[in-house]
């Protein structure tokens, strides 16, 4: 299983990313996408996270900028990031708990896209 993420870069404080995360492989079923991120000197934390049911979580500093989505039909998930702050500066992780065809449950991360927001 491989997850692919895009749409990370340079953007002014304010401004909008979408960043976009793409689940290929032999896969039965998805039960969560979530994007994480990294800072330097800090350590991961959970970001925004979209289970199967529809169930939608976000940490408190992102809670009215950002929006978790997904294509099921497409496996991929989405985080569109509003109102940029400059500590939204990080590296974001996409990951994903999935379950293969002998229902055995994975969780699989992403290469990590950075996202320098600039004041």
């Known amino acids: 299983v491989q997850l692919q993420a895009s749409g990370g870069g340079l953007v002014q404080v304010g401004g909008s990313l979408r960043l976009s995360c793409a689940v290929s492989?032999?896969?039965?079923?998805?039960?969560?996408m979530g994007w994480s991120r990294q800072a330097p000197g800090k350590q991961r934390e959970l970001v925004a996270l979209?289970?199967?049911?529809?169930?939608?979580k976000y940490v408190d500093s992102v809670k009215g900028r950002v929006t978790i989505s997904r294509d099921n039909a497409k496996n991929t998930a989405y985080l569109q990031m509003n109102s940029l702050k400059s500590e939204d500066t990080s590296v974001y992780y996409c990951?994903?708990?999935?379950?293969?065809?002998?229902?055995?449950?994975?969780?699989?991360w992403g290469q990590g896209t950075l996202v320098t927001v600039s004041s």
């Open positions: 990951n994903t708990g999935y379950r293969d065809y002998a229902r055995n449950f994975f969780d699989a």
């Open positions: 492989g032999s896969i039965s079923s998805i039960e969560y």
């Open positions: 979209i289970t199967s049911d529809g169930i939608i």
